[in-house]
């Protein structure tokens, strides 16, 4: 395993998290029904006699679900196995039958683990099926239930299939805590088993964290953080959290394992009520489900469909461009920019252009890429290697290739880009630059602030035809053959 | 002739239904006129609806007429336990908790009688939740024993038998958790069902303990039982714990016989029993001989711990099939100042003193701490019960035992000793356990004149023999 530099909550200390992740799967339909899984309509108005709860009704499992909970787990080189649902007991409007379908010690993806873009890797407990709440509005009061004049119910959310991806106590501090729900939430993207929109709820987390002196071996009393529903929020409750508890033990405090919330309002983590975490759950066997046995065809039928992941993309970088910064290789492996730098390594572009296009031209165009295919990316970029364009013509040439459909080299000729013209800018800044022959052996020399002027030169002359960056372009490529030419 | 109309059953009333011997309408109002005289002696119903079943009638007459082909069930008068989902019935599991609630939907079972052209004329009275064996536990009536008013007509579903019993109704849907159909359907001298777990969709059934519920009829006859059986039984994608197998052919095989079958007297099970009904179950073994079967002992000591298992599991069950009737929803809300004082209010109020005392034992049982102890332990009782049956069923291929140990006790008597009342579910709680088929078969009456009923038991998705060896002991006994 790699070390990685961390930030622990006071001198001396580490954080010590683990985190549990619910997601939304983005099946058709509920976990145990056929009411639509949609967000955003009006309330109650996608349930049925099963999402309610009512009298008689039965749950029947949705076997998109557990395919999807399979892909997740493949992806996270978790144990597919057969499981078990249990109820999970306690009384709360929010849930229908006042007992959750859940599952408890025979999950449906046991083990696996995550690898961190740090290089990190954290151990994934489990991944287990689920279903979520209804939603509850509080009116009045400050709009938690305690003071609340009236609640309101909205069961539409009832049901909704929710695989809980449950870490080991591995991760050791906010930010890592941030690349971990970040990693995560790009894999489900990956796998098609999450649409990962935190903004909806789609994606929630609550962290288990505790603190320790650097050095210790074994983990403390840890505190359980619920519902933190961004990563802003995240990382505040976790550094709150744990300043707090070395607070606390800095004071001779005992800690007290509870359940906090995050308050973004006032920034702070504060206890639930003693009441609301005494819940002795009282799991036991669901009985109306049988337990579901995943077909080792289909497991291995998913096996060979799963997507590249971003650990892979990141592995496949390493042996290319072992020098990328972390930045330009984490926006280079996003799945809108991937294709494009795949079908140019593969058309033998220069890995280092491939990259920098990638990062700097395509995800500006990203929004309104339009017709710019990878292939037509690709024929742009072979011209830039092959020194026919120069690179403020490449971003031309892109930006117009995304709404104009014509063939690149008509394009280029519509354009009036060519080749020609690498050349005819270079003409003019030779021309501009010979009468400063000090200045211009002063550049040669390795001057760069000279650079500044010499282009500011070409600028004043030729300042409507040509831009600064061709110039300065020209001017490095002049440099560059000047210097050649004098070894 | 409405008394002999009482007397048809259901492939005699067809037959008179089809050569137009009698009008759907006259059969329904026979059974008004019936309903009428005994409905205030026995209290078996919670709702009726005589004017919708005759609206039912008349259409089915219509249909008739224009030369339609009726279903199965054309024309017979059903009476439903008040714990199936019906959207033209209120349905209230005998409980205060759910008064004036109507589902929106109609349980699986009730689709499939309705499909068959049954006419529903009412819901009928249970323990409530059907937590229970004499009916007494409803929060609505008790019901008397048709035979003697004094005395109950067992439980849970002892509406649905009392109603038979009395003619009230020519069929009754029951509900079977731990001998909920057999035991009143024995008190009341009628056949009781209880089909293989799976058999029939328990969609729409208010559940009770989800592992052991099984939907089944309560008639006049084995042979209207097995009509029944056949019309609700087979796969329903809405219940995950259905079968997928199609419902057998039952009426057809039942003059088969059962000659060279081999049955088993269970008895530790008999040794239960009042002399009484101990000589009912020997009867009805010298009848099986008679018929060509071969009878033998043998005692299944581990049955006997059943008992115990299941006022584990049944418990642990309800106590979370029982935790959504909240006051949130619907049904009763009683006030409160927050939402958990307004839940506690509510089912306070709501629930009564058994289903109380049951959800207590459940909750006790599923606790941190206690659950290996009490739920774990049940479930290996439950295995146990199962490995006695199966080795039972190497050497036999139906067992014989009584259904109930005693005939029907008097209103009150067992009220005050919970466990005592427990106790009257002996014989019939390892099929549930199991989630093997039984049958109720009445078997004379006691020196009272009180009904008898001995139990027939087979192999998981033996219905089929079960059924020939259950008619071949009711053309015996006659």
New interface residues.
Partial sequence: MKTRATTGPAEGWEYVIGLEVHTELKTATKLFCGCPNAFGEEPNTSVC?VC??????????NVQAVDFAIRVGLALDATIQRSQFH?K?Y?Y?DM????QISQYDVPINAGGHLELPSGRVIGIERAHLEEDTGKLIHRGGHGR??SAEY?L?DYNRSGVPLLEIVSAPDIRDPEEAKEYVTELRSILVAVGASDGRMEEGSLRVDANVSVRPIGEAGFRTRVEIKNLNSLRSLVRALEFEGLRQVHLYDDGEAMIQQTRFWDEARSVTGALRLKEEAN?Y???PE????PVAPDPDLIEDRRAELPELPSTRRGYLARVLPDLSDDLRETVIADACWPYFRAAIDANITPARAAARCANELTALLADIGVLTPARFVEVLALEDRGELGASQVKILLREACVDSTAVPELIAKLGLSARDVGAIKSMVAEVVAPFADEWERYLDGDEKIAGFLVGQVMRKYGRQISGADARQALVELGDEARKSAD | MNDEILDWGIAELARRLESREVTTVEVIDAYQEQIAIQEPEVDAFLSLDLEAARRRAIDQDDRRSRGETLGGLAGVPIALKDN??TTAFP?T?ASKI?EG?T???N?TVVDRILAQDGIVVGKTNLDEFAMGSSTENSAYKVTKNPYDLERVPGGSSGGSAAAVASRMALVGLGSDTGGSIRQPASLTGVVGFKPTYGRVS??????F???LDQIGPLTASVEDAALVAEAIMGHD?????SLQEAAPSLVRPLTEGVRGIRVGIVTNLVDTATPQVQASVLRAAEVLTQSGASVAEISLDELAFGLAAYYVVAP??A??NL????G???GLREAGS???EM?IATRTKGFGPEVKRRIMLG?YA???GY?DAF?VTAQRVRTLVRTAFSRAYEAFDLLLCPTSPTTAFRIGERSSDPVEMYRSDVCTIPSNLSGDPAISIPAGVDADGLPIGVQLLGPALSERLLFRAAYAVERGLR
């Fill in positions: 006699p309610l709860g009512l009298p008689g009704s039965l749950p029947v499992m109820r007991n009384f409007p229908p039958k006042d007992y239930i305690e609640s119910i002795d009282r799991y036991f009985p109306d489900l049988p | 199936l989902c349905t599991a759910l609630w589902p929106p939907y349980a328990r969609y729409g059934l208010l559940a303990a989800s592992s994608p809405r219940d995950a714990t642990a069950e106590s979370s935790a959504r009737y909240d949130v929803r619907y927050t939402v958990e839940m909750t599923l606790s941190a659950y739920y």
